[in-house]
T-cell receptor, first 115, second 111 residues
Framework: DAMVIQNPRYQVTQFGKPVTLSCSQTLNHNVMYWYQQKSSQAPKLLFHYYDKDFNNEADTPDNFQSRRPNTSFCFLDIRSPGLGDAAMYLC??????????????FGPGTRLTVL | RKEVEQDPGPFNVPEGATVAFNCTYSNSASQSFFWYRQDCRKEPKLLMSVYSSGNEDGRFTAQLNRASQYISLLIRDSKLSDSATYLCVVNTRRGYNKLIFGAGTRLAVHP
């Protein structure tokens, strides 16, 4: 089945220790997104890639970076995690051919704990 | 003011009840609208798109009022398995398509 896969599902890191979360997709979608979701809050878009074009949200901290080496994979790097970065990180994909509907398909998420 | 606002609930209803959720959005340029369902500690999943004429999918009915910038979701004959958080989501084009999520309305269906 075509899908969005995130690894790991659970990640524990120490304060200040860099961490990388990964996302892969078999949907062949052009667009990949990274969201941060804290408890009882809406998912918050951090950035997205349209093909290789990187689009950062204005309020995304510099501590968060992303890489997309090919269509299938996208990585979220947190350079120096703080306690406030503990959250669920969701990867999603969409196809611009579906504009304006823009349905997004989400991966299962990575729950990050910062000690 | 948040771009998408929802009553956070929780809505506690018995099985078989009818429950309605409301959502308002602030950007009149918004172009498409959705309800997503999110189970505890899981990812959001698309429940249904919302069309101007209103649409129904089984026990679920969604309505859109563009003039009032208001979206609703009606669930009839609630099941225990409907217990989840329902996210109102709006697609707004700002050079690219961007989904704006509400914080969600929590529904708890009890026997």
């Amino acid at each position: 089945d075509a899908m969005v896969i995130q690894n790991p599902r659970y990640q524990v890191t120490q304060f200040g220790k860099p961490v990388t979360l990964s996302c892969s997709q078999t949907l062949n979608h052009n667009v990949m997104y990274w969201y941060q979701q804290k408890s009882s809050q809406a998912p918050k878009l951090l950035f997205h890639y349209y093909d290789k074009d990187f689009n950062n949200e204005a309020d995304t901290p510099d501590n968060f970076q992303s890489r997309r080496p090919n269509t299938s994979f996208c990585f979220l790097d947190i350079r120096s995690p703080g306690l406030g970065d503990a959250a669920m990180y969701l990867c999603a994909t969409s196809s611009p051919r579906e504009y304006p509907r823009n349905e997004q398909f989400f991966g299962p998420g990575t729950r990050l704990t910062v000690l | 003011r948040k771009e998408v606002e929802q009553d956070p609930g929780p809505f506690n209803v018995p099985e078989g009840a009818t429950v309605a959720f409301n959502c308002t959005y602030s950007n009149s340029a918004s172009q498409s609208f959705f309800w997503y369902r999110q189970d505890c500690r899981k990812e959001p999943k698309l429940l249904m798109s919302v069309y101007s004429s209103g649409n129904e999918d089984g026990r679920f009915t969604a309505q859109l009022n563009r003039a009032s910038q208001y979206i609703s979701l009606l669930i009839r004959d609630s099941k225990l398995s409907d217990s989840a958080t329902y996210l109102c989501v709006v697609n707004t084009r700002r050079g690219y398509n961007k989904l704006i999520f509400g914080a969600g309305t929590r529904l708890a269906v009890h026997p």
